[in-house]
């Protein structure tokens, strides 16, 4: 693995006290493409004309705008603004009012702060509507905008280092003059800038109620955000670099909390990894909290009322798993028999579980197993030499993993069945057999062509035939134990009824129980728990709770599309982003 690809891989959401949970992370070149956008989209963001009797006159044309985020910096909300001018004339006047020789303005850059910060995109507008229909998306919730507030601009404190002006040599009393024209055509309420569209960086959406806007997922909309630059360091580097070209794959952040969770207690994400590499454009980052646990593993009540959400992956534990119920060894006089319960998944026999003994345990950043494992063992006496004894074991463990860098999921699973018993006295009589269930199943984490996401669970066309049953030989673990029929008790005097026998009543069996042990019967019960466990509602809920995740538009209408999906060292998922030109 590449050193960009390593460093991308340590990118995390994580914080002293808790976690972001999901990020969308668009480099400073993907800001300035939205900004080039709106150049073409509002004329007059290219025209600047100003007038003013006391200061003078600018009649010029930009050939756009830029900015560039100060990752150097603490003030984590504030962008440079680039102007970049083609062409143009600066005339100021002296303190007579009296126009002083024309300037000329060809190829100056101008460069100041100004802070963003959002508001509500209103309902029912022109602009609503188009953004709307750009983020695809149904449901309740409200879209709000990202935009340079010009209110907080700090034209009068220019950046002196990052502004270019040709061969012109200020005085101080022009400089004046063309700050203050500036200041006007910046004016947040009179000037070119007060509308918010034309300085706007991105929309996006939050929600109070993320079940309406993602119903099979309501643990990825959004319901909470805020903003930060967020610097990108190259491989090999230690510090990072800002400025127009050198800065370009620096980022802006919007930080989300879904679910109606609070924000860290840090307001600021510190560096941990580049989100985005040279050259592209944005990435989408989902934490594993949100991906894994509310998500992929979650773990809801076994008994849900209608239109709960279902569960996805413990549904591998639930349905394979095996189990045992009673074990009983029973004998009288000379006759003995076994009576026991079991079976692999759920039956409806199954002794009484909650929903906590099926849930996923995780084990190391990368890998969650689930294992359970039950012994049982009993015996009995006859009339001499009758006696009986049997035991019976169950086990299954189940994993599930996934490699950092790749897009996909690995579970895989084993579940085993063995019972025996055995007779002994005048005559021997040996039961004994097993099962067991295999399956492994890869589900891959897709783009689709609409620019969304897709988890594709990769079965076999036949889908219980991802299963594999085979009887089990012998018994698993410690070797089996030697036959122990020549443990005999001494004979008691004349033949005579063991102590206790005559009171024995012969057991009948209860319902889901067998009477005897049969390797056809437990491979009845493998064969039944590999036919239970429905895919279509996995499969279906996999293939639609991630399409409109994270559905993100840069300014000038452009969707941002995912592609390349790739779990990072943490176990987040990360998707770059790129947006689609109309």
């Known amino acids: 693995m590449s ?4 460093k991308r891989l340590q990118a995390s959401l994580k914080t002293a006290t808790g976690t972001f949970n ?41 050939s756009y705008s830029e900015i560039s985020l100060p990752v150097k910096s603490s003030n984590y909300r ?59 998306q149904l449901g309740d919730y409200s879209i709000k905008r990202l ?87 190259a491989p090999g580097k230690d510090v990072p ?6 800065g370009k794959n620096n980022m802006l952040l919007y930080l989300e909390m879904t679910q109606n969770r609070s924000f860290p207690k840090e307001d600021i994400l510190e560096y941990s990894g580049n989100f985005v590499t040279a050259g592209m454009k944005g990435t989408t980052c989902i934490s594993r909290d949100v991906f894994w646990d509310s998500y992929l593993i979650r773990n809801p009540p076994l008994s849900s009322p209608p239109g709960s959400l279902p569960p996805l992956l413990r549904e591998f534990n639930r349905h394979t798993y095996a189990w045992l119920g009673g074990f009983h060894i029973w004998a009288k006089g000379y006759v003995a028999g076994v009576a026991w319960s079991f079976g692999f998944g759920h039956t409806g026999w199954e002794p009484p579980r909650t929903h906590e003994y099926f849930a996923w345990k995780q084990v190391s950043a990368d890998k969650w197993e689930w294992k359970v494992s039950d012994d049982k063992s009993d015996s009995d006496k006859g009339t001499w030499p009758v006696k009986a004894e049997g035991k019976a074991k169950s ?5 599930l993993w996934f490699v ?19 007779k002994s006295g005048w005559e021997t009589l040996i039961e004994k057999g097993g099962s067991e269930i295999k399956f492994s199943v890869d589900i891959s984490v897709d783009s689709v062509i609409e620019g969304g996401l897709k988890l594709n669970m990769n079965l076999p066309q036949i889908p219980k035939d991802v299963f594999k049953i085979t009887q089990v030989m012998n018994p698993w673990g410690a070797a089996a134990q030697q036959d122990s029929s020549d443990d005999t008790e001494s004979e008691p005097e004349r033949w005579e009824t063991a102590e206790g026998d005559e009171d024995k009543v012969i057991p009948e069996a209860k319902a889901g129980e067998k009477k005897s042990i049969n390797v056809k019967d437990i491979m009845e019960a493998a064969s039944f728990a590999a036919n239970q466990l429905d895919f279509k509602p996995m499969t279906t809920n996999l293939q639609s709770a991630l399409l409109n995740s994270a559905r993100f538009v840069i300014s000038g209408g452009q969707d941002f599309f995912h592609k390349n999906p790739v779990f990072n060292n943490n176990g987040d998922l990360i998707v770059e982003a790129t947006y689609k030109h109309r």
Not at 3 to 6: A, R
Not at 195 to 200: G, I, L, N, Y
Not at 241 to 246: A, H, V, Y
Not at 406 to 418: F, Y
Request: charged share 25%; hydrophobic share 35%; aromatic share 14%.
């Open 3 to 6: 050193p960009v690809e390593q």
């Open 22 to 62: 999901q990020a969308v992370a668009v480099s400073q070149d993907a800001l300035n493409d939205g900004l080039y956008y709106l150049f073409d989209k509002f004329e007059e963001l290219k025209k600047m004309e100003v007038n003013s009797k006391k200061f003078g006159s600018i009649n010029a044309s930009m």
């Open 78 to 136: 504030t962008v440079v603004f680039y102007c970049i001018f083609e062409s143009g004339q600066l005339i100021v006047t002296d303190d007579m009012g009296r126009p002083k020789p024309r300037i000329k303005m060809d190829k100056w850059r101008f460069a100041f702060d100004v802070d963003f910060t959002t508001l509500q995109v209103p309902p029912q507008t022109q602009e609503h509507e188009e953004v709307k229909k750009k983020l695809k």
């Open 147 to 233: 935009f340079l507030d010009f209110k907080t601009h700090k034209i009068r404190n220019f950046k002196k280092d990052l502004s270019s002006f040709g061969d012109h040599v200020w005085n101080n009393e022009d400089l004046q003059s063309f700050l203050s024209l500036m200041s006007f055509w910046g004016d947040p309420d009179k000037g070119v800038m007060k509308d918010p569209q034309k300085s706007t960086l991105g929309y996006y959406l939050t929600t109070p109620k993320p079940e309406t806007v993602n119903p099979p997922a309501p643990t990825f909309p959004p319901t909470a955000m805020k903003h930060q630059h967020y610097k990108y360091i």
């Open 241 to 246: 670099d800002e400025g127009l070209k050198l």
């Open 395 to 399: 086990y299954t463990y189940n994993e």
């Open 404 to 422: 950092p860098g790749q897009n996909v999921i690995h579970i895989k699973g084993v579940s085993k069945l063995w019972a025996e018993w055995k």
